[in-house]
């Protein structure tokens, strides 16, 4: 039956084309059989070496992913229609960064079916099944008791069989579970989290069910302090764990709307609540009330199967239907700017920035999905983020819109059982991710953050290349006191792998596992009895664990002796980034005694002189410390501003008067007979008595060319006996300076860099040795150290200065002032962003009256012997800095 995907049988039409060549070390994927064997389809995925993969299973439409790490399926040919199996069509998709490289294989199928997908020598094997519910078709194991595929079983809701028996329904007879499986949950659960929270008073009891317009209230005597959530299917249902609570109502309650009715069961220290769905479980959301719990939906009314029954609500909310959201609302969607990827610890932590209403899916057991609906990711967020070097559950995060349902998803891949977590922040959502067993963190520090590994399409979620616990088929064992030597030849057959037995392998052994991969139930039985296993290829030797730890001791001690006797080795390892001589003391730590290293500074190279393995070990060593430089550009803008303002009014007046035979009016007595009077306040004097001119109050603003206005009057007698002078003047200035000075430098990470424009001014200094001269510098200069943190922030040590001389302010010798302009700080800035480091704000007013005494005081006839000068000046100086990391991208996969 099996053919060639390129056959005449028309299977699949694939073909190793040497479209692009692939990198040495990367998984080439030449070709994909496909077969039809024991009533399924097996396409097996042809690779260069042993595969390293992951694989999720998606719906809508529904298709398994196969993603193979550090694979190129550039030369497969894509995409290509089946119509057989179960199976439309297949397609690849490649990513590949500078760093890593990810070879996806997409397998369309017509409905929702089961798998399987086990690796086979260079091989990865995807075998095709029946539909989900229907009964899968497996080999025969060699012994009854041995199951090659898991019994069908019920879903995992406490004391079902009493819950079925109090509402007077059976409960509906679940599908078998699928091949891949989740190990202990139930292959119903569609999603599943906890609400933790503080109880005060801890509820023992649920006392009541009152149904309402838009939403259903479970009365409590007190706090749920934990709740779980779990959403099932075939049928649609939503279960609610009350842990702590003993009592609930008996019988179950109708309900008209989503939900049909509502359930109750106990079991060991929880409560179980079971809302069924009438079809498809509805949007709704479980929130804390006070005296209990409320399960809020749209549209839904309600009705108590009791005597009170509650009347549907004319003013109840339609409910939003799955057409209607999955209809596209482009102009009211939410953004979401970003999604970023921490870790703290063991715990993985998504912070999204946006908010929209949310659903959390776990299509399998190493996948879950966050869907955001009415939502919209920016085309650049669309993309893979390779967390696979950091601690912790996930392996991989994508996000992505998808199409024609205004969602955006984001998909964390996982490497095993996982508990996850998400709480609502200021500007968005925290979900954290963390291994079972341990309580997620609801803030994480952000010590790392993962960079991208690839660009992900639009229509496709993401998985990750995962390092695999168990992933051999799942078994059913369930023996009293077996001969363990029996007991492994079922395994064996099960596995298809040799197992070779130590003759003092003996003993009985009880186990009771259903449905768990058969490398770990290997795993335990020869735990339970003390023993090890060696695995050399497609054989497994099994032996008491003390015989093998003696004998790889013995390895060890027989290669340790050998070492003196091994010959020596010379390797030439280049070094690109750094310097050779500061590698050197690195790599001497990792040679043995015979070896040696020194450094050619010509070529920059390091020469390794040992063993073949301590050349590889100092090998990489120097390839994971030569990375790339982060290299930072700093840009500076210097900005100074003045403005400044004066006014001046000022008056000018006088005259003369004269009693004399001149102008013919003499007193008319013999003394005085003469008398005259001037202003005295002029510049110069006449007859020692009066002034020219002869100002009585001379009080001017300071006009002249250029500045300010005056306008003068004059008075006088026919005879030139009085004479009245009055001159006006009035001054104001304003004026604004604003200077901006742009330095900008780039450097190296933790590299000081200086850069200033400027003049020396020479000084004079006159001694006992004579007259020295020296320069003061007055010039721009910035001179600044970065250093590159690991999540994309720069710390910045900062020193900014603009000294400019001064000619208004001299010394005795007529040199210049310097007028300093400095700022000396550290600060930390993301890449990218501005900051501004220092900003001084000075203003000076000042207000000067000239007057002449007593008369300057009297109302209105004052202004005519008094002037006023009004001044204020005002300077502004602002420093901003706005770093910028020039190759990002090469350093953060050079970080990890």
């Not at 001389?805 to 930390?828: D, Y």
């Amino acid at each position: 039956m099996k053919s060639r995907l390129m056959s005449s049988a028309g299977l699949l039409l694939w073909g190793a084309l040497a479209v692009a060549a692939p990198t040495p070390d990367a998984n080439a994927i030449r070709a994909i059989d496909a077969a039809e064997k024991d009533g399924a389809l097996e396409l097996a995925i042809q690779g260069s070496r042993p595969p390293s993969y992951s694989v999720f299973k998606l719906q809508d439409p529904p298709r398994l992913v196969v993603d193979l790490a550090g694979a190129d399926v550039s030369a497969v040919a894509s995409p290509v229609p089946v119509g057989k199996g179960g199976v439309v069509s297949v397609s690849t998709a490649q990513y590949q960064d500078e760093r890593s490289a990810v070879g996806r294989v997409i397998v369309a199928l017509d409905g929702p079916r089961r798998y399987e997908v086990t690796p086979r020598g260079d091989a990865v094997v995807v075998r095709v099944l029946g539909p989900d519910g229907a009964t899968a078709t497996a080999p025969v194991a060699p012994k009854p008791a041995v199951q090659a595929e898991p019994r069908a079983r019920k879903a995992t809701e406490p004391l079902q069989a009493a819950r079925a028996e109090r509402s007077g329904a059976a409960e509906p007879a679940p599908a078998p579970a699928a091949t891949e499986s989740r190990g202990g949950e139930d292959d119903h659960v569609v999603a599943h989290r906890v609400d933790e929270a503080k109880a005060r008073k801890p509820a023992r009891a649920v006392t009541a069910v009152r149904p309402g317009e838009d939403r259903l209230v479970l009365a409590t005597d007190g706090d749920v302090a934990r709740i779980e959530i779990i959403e099932l299917r075939d049928p649609a249902r939503l279960a609610l764990d009350l842990h702590g609570v003993a009592r609930a109502p008996r019988g179950a309650v109708q309900l008209d709307g989503p939900f049909s009715q509502v359930r109750f069961g106990k079991d060991a220290g929880k409560v179980r609540v079971v809302l069924d769905a009438t079809g498809s479980l509805p949007a709704y959301e479980v929130r804390r009330v006070r005296g209990g719990i409320a399960v809020v939906a749209g549209a839904r009314t309600a009705r108590a199967s009791s005597p009170a029954q509650a009347k549907p609500s004319p003013s109840a909310r339609p409910e939003r239907t799955a057409e209607a959201a999955a209809e596209p609302a482009h102009a009211s969607r939410a953004r979401i700017s970003d999604v970023r990827f921490t870790s703290d610890g063991g715990q993985a932590r998504i912070q999204i920035a946006g908010k929209a209403p949310y659903v959390i899916a776990r299509p399998d057991p190493r996948t879950v999905v966050l869907t955001l609906d009415g939502a919209e990711l920016p085309k650049a967020l669309e993309r893979s983020l390779d967390t696979t070097a950091f601690k912790g559950p996930v392996m991989m995060v994508s996000s992505f819109n998808q199409p024609g349902t205004g969602q955006v998803r984001i998909v964390a891949s996982l490497r095993g059982k996982a508990i996850d977590r998400i709480v609502e922040t200021r500007d968005g959502y925290a979900w954290t991710l963390s291994e079972a067993g341990e309580s997620p963190k609801v803030e994480a520090s952000e010590a790392q953050a993962a960079g991208f590994a690839a660009e992900a399409p639009s229509f496709a979620l993401s998985g990750a290349p995962q390092a695999r616990g168990y992933t051999g088929r799942r078994i059913t064992l369930d023996f009293h006191d077996i001969e363990i030597r029996n007991l492994l030849r079922l395994i064996a057959d099960v596995s298809k792998k040799n197992i070779v037995v130590a003759d003092d392998v003996s003993g009985k052994v009880t186990v009771s596992l259903r449905n768990v991969p058969w490398d770990q139930a290997l795993d335990l039985v020869l735990r339970s009895k003390g023993l090890g296993k060696e695995v050399m290829g497609n054989v497994i030797r099994i032996a008491k664990f003390e015989d093998i730890a003696k004998e790889q001791k013995a390895r060890a001690d027989a290669a340790k002796e050998l070492i003196p006797l091994v010959p020596l080795k010379v390797r030439i390892i280049p070094v690109n980034f750094a310097r050779a001589n500061d590698m050197s003391a690195r790599v001497k730590d990792i040679l043995s005694e015979r070896g040696s290293v020194s450094t050619d500074e010509r070529t920059n190279v390091l020469i390794v002189k040992d063993i073949e393995d301590n050349l590889i070990r100092a090998e990489q060593l120097v390839r994971n410390l030569d990375t790339e430089t982060p290299q930072v550009l700093i840009e500076s803008r210097i900005v100074e501003a003045s403005k400044n303002f004066n006014r001046a009014i000022g008056i000018q007046w006088g005259g003369n008067a004269s009693f004399t035979q001149a102008t013919n009016n003499p007193l008319g007595v013999s003394f005085p007979h003469n008398a005259a009077a001037a202003g005295a306040a002029g510049q110069s004097p006449n007859d020692g008595t009066a002034s020219t001119p002869n100002y009585a109050v001379n009080l001017p603003a300071a006009i002249g060319q250029g500045a300010g206005g005056g306008i003068g009057f004059v008075f006088g007698s026919a005879n030139g006996a009085f004479n009245l002078n009055l001159r006006l003047s009035a001054l104001e200035n304003s004026g604004v300076v604003k200077t901006i000075s742009a330095p900008k430098i780039a450097t190296l990470d933790n590299k000081e860099a200086t850069i200033g424009q400027g003049i020396s001014i020479p000084f004079s200094q006159t001694s006992a040795s004579g007259v020295n001269t020296t320069f003061i510098e007055a010039k721009l200069e910035l001179k600044v150290t970065p250093h590159v943190s690991q999540d994309g922030s720069i710390l910045l040590k900062i020193r900014a200065s603009n000294n400019a001389a001064n000619p208004q302010l001299t010394g005795a010798n007529g040199q210049p002032s310097i007028s300093k302009r400095e700022a000396e700080t550290e600060v930390l800035v993301k890449d990218g962003e501005t900051t501004v480091i220092g900003g001084i704000y000075t203003r000076q007013m000042s207000s000067h009256r000239s007057e002449v005494p007593f008369l300057g005081k009297l109302p209105l006839i004052g202004y005519f012997f008094r002037s006023t000068t009004d001044e204020d000046d005002v300077t502004e100086l602002l420093i901003f800095i706005t770093p910028r990391i020039l190759n990002r991208q090469a350093t953060i996969a050079a970080g990890r």
